[in-house]
């Protein structure tokens, strides 16, 4: 759930601190008071377009915060999957930064995040639902994904799409070998020429680098071979004086008869005794060096060079990339030498993965005419209970052929006239509607979605009297299960809430504020008024509140 909510220069919210707690809360207030600035900064730690525009005016920069605590396994999984540190107490910071100059910034649980990690892990923590949301209603192609999650078709689904998947693979396979002799034959060929061009280099892995510097010994031959000559001329001496071994024997011999006298001399001592057996090593490893410079050696080496060089610039930079085209062309001939037979293969297993999938696809779509059935039955009857007796709610299922989802093409239909007949959402039902039909629709699904947090923003919208009541003990009843939040205008509405939040605003020096308090009895007692009657408070109001809050 949605336990904490912080949110800082988001437009006339300089700074909010919220605190929310399980169950049905609400939230009211004067139109202006920054009600859909809470929902905006919302949708922004969900991973949601911001606009710059949310920062408050003179200041640099906006912040929200948000702290998720109880967490289901689902989004714990999914905040594995993203590399994101797990809590203790299974709780999730998410924060999201605004910037007028420069790029924003999110971060999950302290670490940096993207506004794709964002979005991955919204749907496993909170859902939003206003006359905006609700018109995912009028996308038929949603409309499966509650039948599919009603009746939990998931795992026969996904079972499903494993199938097809491999379908279209092997209907991608059997196109490919579905070519002309003519166009079959010119392919050999040229597959042919080059495998025998690439096997007649006999190409060897890191040969280049190895020829590439025996090509630079080669070149400079003589420069090298006079380099080593005059190092082991310096290193041994020769008639007229010793060389530098000699030296270095004869210093550390000097300083080693001194050391008897004075004991700081052992340390240079040994350091000599450790250059010269280092200098002898040199000597030794000189002494093995022979450089000799052949012309046709280097022709040779030149030759080879340029073959890989023209070979790589067909088959590839390095010798491995060569050997893996090589790889390449000899499994492709190999297919199409053996197409024939392929082909009858693959004919043969797709037949066979066509039949399991028609008899997958059969059966999802039965299981979701059952669903549908079951899911139409119960959206009905909370649409009577939220006042809509005289709406014909539908779901219409055509067979359509194999498709990701399966063979259905469904879609939910709406008759808000009696004699009228049943029409898509989109030409039939009108904002308040749609909001109603939304919160009858989840609370169907609310024993089987994943969310743990709901907010129904002016889910209220054209309503009043008796339907009112009903919107608000359907929102009480959906936050039986789950934390529940709404933004309201109504006080039938607010007086069933759980916990009531009071959104207001003050001028001060030409700045406009807002604060977010939370209320207790006399509160809710006064703010209920204040609904009903406006902001002249009479006691006959107050009386109306206490009333309305002592029914529920």
Do not use: W
């Amino acid at each position: 759930m949605l336990s904490e909510l912080f949110i800082n220069n988001i437009a006339v919210i300089e700074r909010a601190s919220i605190d929310l707690e399980p169950g049905f809360t609400v939230l009211t207030g004067e139109t202006g008071a920054g009600k859909s600035m809470i929902i905006d900064a919302i949708h922004a730690v969900l991973g949601e377009r911001t606009s710059k525009e949310l920062v408050r005016t003179g200041e640099a920069s906006a912040s929200v915060s948000a702290m998720f605590t109880g967490l289901s396994e689902d989004a714990l999984e999914i905040l594995d999957s993203l590399s994101v540190p797990r809590e203790e107490d299974g709780s999730l910071l998410v924060q999201r930064d605004i910037k007028l100059e420069g790029r924003s910034a999110c971060k999950l649980n302290g670490v940096p995040a993207t506004v794709s990690m964002l979005k991955a892990i919204a749907p496993r923590l909170l859902g939003i639902h206003g006359q905006h949301e609700s018109y995912e209603l009028l996308s038929p192609e949603l409309h499966m994904t509650y039948i599919d999650s009603f009746g939990r078709l998931e795992n026969l689904l996904e079972k499903y799409q494993a199938g097809y998947k491999r379908l279209r693979e092997l209907q991608r396979q059997l196109r490919e070998l579905d070519t002309d002799e003519n166009e079959k034959s010119r392919r050999m060929d040229l597959l042919r020429y080059q495998i025998e061009e690439i096997e007649a280099a006999n190409i060897n892995p890191g040969e280049r680098e190895a020829l590439t510097q025996s090509r630079d010994i080669a070149r400079n031959g003589e420069r090298i071979s006079s380099a080593v000559e005059m190092v082991k001329a310096l290193l041994a001496g020769d008639e007229e004086r010793g060389g530098i071994l000699s030296d270095v024997s004869i210093a550390a011999g000097e300083l080693e008869r001194m050391s008897g006298y004075m004991s700081q001399l052992e340390e240079p001592v040994q350091k000599l005794r450790e250059a010269g057996f280092l200098l002898e090593d040199v000597d030794a490893v000189l002494q093995g060096i022979s450089v000799d410079f052949d012309p046709a050696a280097l022709d040779e080496i030149e030759s080879r060079l340029d073959l890989l060089y023209r070979l790589g610039l067909k088959y590839g930079e390095s010798e491995e990339q060569m050997l893996r085209y090589l790889e390449g062309c000899q499994e492709e001939l190999h297919k199409i030498e053996f197409s024939d037979e392929e082909k009858e293969r693959l004919s043969v297993e797709y037949e066979q993965e066509k039949q399991k999938t028609i008899a997958l696809a059969k059966e999802l779509s039965q299981k979701r005419h059952t669903a549908a059935e079951r899911f139409t039955k119960q959206v009905k009857s909370e649409l009577a209970f939220l006042n809509m007796p005289g709406v014909e709610f539908v779901t219409q299922i055509e067979r359509v052929p194999l498709t990701p989802t399966g063979c259905d093409k469904l879609q939910f239909l709406v008759s808000a006239n009696k004699g009228e007949p049943p029409k898509p959402l989109s030409k039939i039902a009108s904002g308040g509607e749609l909001s109603r039909i939304m919160l009858a629709v989840k609370t169907v699904l609310s024993g089987r979605d994943k969310i743990d947090t709901l907010i129904f923003d002016e889910v209220d919208v054209g309503v009043s009297g008796a339907a009112a009541n009903r919107i608000g003990e359907k929102l009480r009843q959906v936050s039986e299960n789950r934390q529940v939040l709404c933004i309201t205008h109504l006080a039938q509405i607010a007086a069933m809430a759980d916990h009531h939040l009071r959104i207001s605003k003050r001028v001060e020096k030409g700045r406009t504020y807002t604060q977010v308090e939370p209320l207790d009895l006399e509160g809710r007692k006064q703010e209920l008024a204040r609904i009903i009657g406006g902001d002249e408070i009479t006691k006959l109001q107050l009386d109306m509140a206490e009333e309305m809050l002592k029914r529920t």
